[in-house]
């Protein structure tokens, strides 16, 4: 089973792999890829707010996104960690970092279509109901779109 772990760098993304390392078996045939779409400052934005008067802000915004990488890295680390603790070998974890494309449900999706996963795995969490339905969620998005491919969602 080829599983993508779609992962942010909160302490909950813990325990989505905690549920993923109780649930399925260490096999040479269960593939996991932790995978975490970061967001990035476009450079439209960067262009927009380029004026001398923002120009501080511009740098407080790259070292807020440089920030995000680093700590996305260290919560990949921690959750392939948890899976080779659980029994799972190096060669069937994989850790994929990358920077918002398109959006980061779209990009979820689109990882998981183009890379034939069977399973997508996500957490659920924060927003209330009003906020989900008016802003929607990332899980949500998910399961309306994903196509091909079964998503379960960690509470």
């Known amino acids: 089973m080829k599983i993508l772990i ?4 909160s302490d909950y993304a813990k325990k ?3 549920y993923v390392a109780s649930t399925v078996k260490p096999a040479a045939s269960n593939n996991i890829t932790l995978f975490s779409v970061l967001p990035t400052m476009s450079s439209s934005l960067e262009k927009q707010i380029g004026q001398p008067l923002f120009s501080e802000k511009v740098v407080e915004l790259k070292w807020m996104v440089s920030e995000g990488k680093k700590k996305a890295e260290s919560m990949m680390e921690e959750c ?4 080779k ?3 799972f070998s190096d060669d069937t974890v994989k850790v994929k970092i990358q920077n918002k494309l398109i959006g980061i449900a779209r990009d979820i999706i689109a990882e998981a279509e ?3 996963y069977d399973t997508v795995v996500v957490g659920r ?3 209330s109901a009003t906020a989900a ?4 969620s990332v899980s949500n998005k ?3 779109n994903i196509k091909d491919c079964t998503v379960w969602i960690v509470e």
Request: aromatic share 4%; hydrophobic share 50%; glycine share 14%.
């Open 133 to 136: 339905f008016v802003l929607g």
């Open 85 to 87: 603790d659980a029994g």
């Open 16 to 18: 989505v792999v905690n």
């Open 125 to 127: 969490r924060g927003l």
């Open 142 to 144: 998910i399961v309306q």
């Open 80 to 83: 392939r960690t948890i899976l």
């Open 114 to 116: 183009n890379g034939k």
């Open 6 to 9: 779609a992962l942010d760098e």
